[in-house]
């Protein structure tokens, strides 16, 4: 009974095509997020959204594309893969605008190839 | 703009030593402040949590913190390490939104 769950698992995909990763919270959260881990380890949130309103928009170029259909889902799409998009890609969310804690996912391996 | 600094990349302890992980904010206010674990292929977890009052903050697996405003740090600590402990912690700061350090790899050796 994964409270975050996130989808695929991995993925490994050819430059140029495009995907999307899907993220499901069962917490009854406002709250969701969409952060990118690289190799060195470093996070870096890209976006979140509260009430399926998207209220943090970091410096993400335009081929990634957040959709919220409800509260209890983000999904990630990325058009145009490069081999930078290469990294982990974490769900999280949290009860309002995150002031508590974050409950993250378990992450979504992207390969570019 | 408030930033993060985890000064140790990597850190080697013996099983039943003791740690200490280092944790510098850059922030004009008091801000909220969290550590968080993240064992190899997992998703990240909370260890603890500073808002305001007590500076010594308790969290899960035996850690815990001590917040320090003249010196800007919020160090984790944990008196008798164990083997499972091995993992990435990152301290994180929350103003507006969750903005991590770079994380420090801890590695115990039995």
């Known amino acids: 009974d994964t409270a975050v769950s996130q989808t695929p698992k991995y993925l490994v995909t050819q430059m140029g095509n495009d995907k999307s990763i899907k993220c499901e919270q069962n917490?009854?959260?406002?709250?969701m997020y969409w952060y990118k881990q690289d190799s060195k380890k470093f996070l870096k949130i890209m976006f979140s959204y509260n009430n399926k309103e998207l209220i943090i928009n970091e410096t993400v170029p335009n081929r990634f594309s957040p959709k919220s259909p409800d509260k209890a889902h983000l999904n990630l799409h990325i058009n145009s893969l490069e081999l930078g998009d290469s990294a982990v890609y974490f769900c999280?969310?949290?009860?309002?605008?995150?002031?508590?804690?974050?409950?993250f996912g378990e992450g979504s391996r992207l390969t570019v190839l | 703009a408030q930033s993060v600094t985890q000064p140790d990349i990597h850190i080697t302890v013996s099983e039943g030593a003791s740690l200490e992980l280092r944790c510098n904010y850059s922030y004009g206010a008091t801000p909220y402040l969290f550590w968080y674990v993240q064992s190899p292929g997992q998703g990240l977890q909370l260890l603890l949590k500073?808002?305001?009052?007590?500076?010594l903050v308790q969290g899960i697996k035996g850690f815990e913190a001590e917040f320090k405003r003249s010196q800007s740090s919020f160090n984790l600590r944990k008196p008798s390490v164990h083997w499972s402990d091995a993992a990435e912690y990152f301290c994180?700061?929350?103003?507006?939104?969750?903005?991590f350090g770079t994380g420090t790899r801890l590695q115990v050796f039995p």
């Open positions: 999280a969310s949290s009860q309002d605008k995150g002031w508590e804690e974050l409950f």
């Open positions: 917490l009854g959260h406002d709250t």
């Open positions: 994180a700061v929350n103003t507006d939104k969750l903005i």
């Open positions: 500073y808002f305001s009052g007590d500076t």
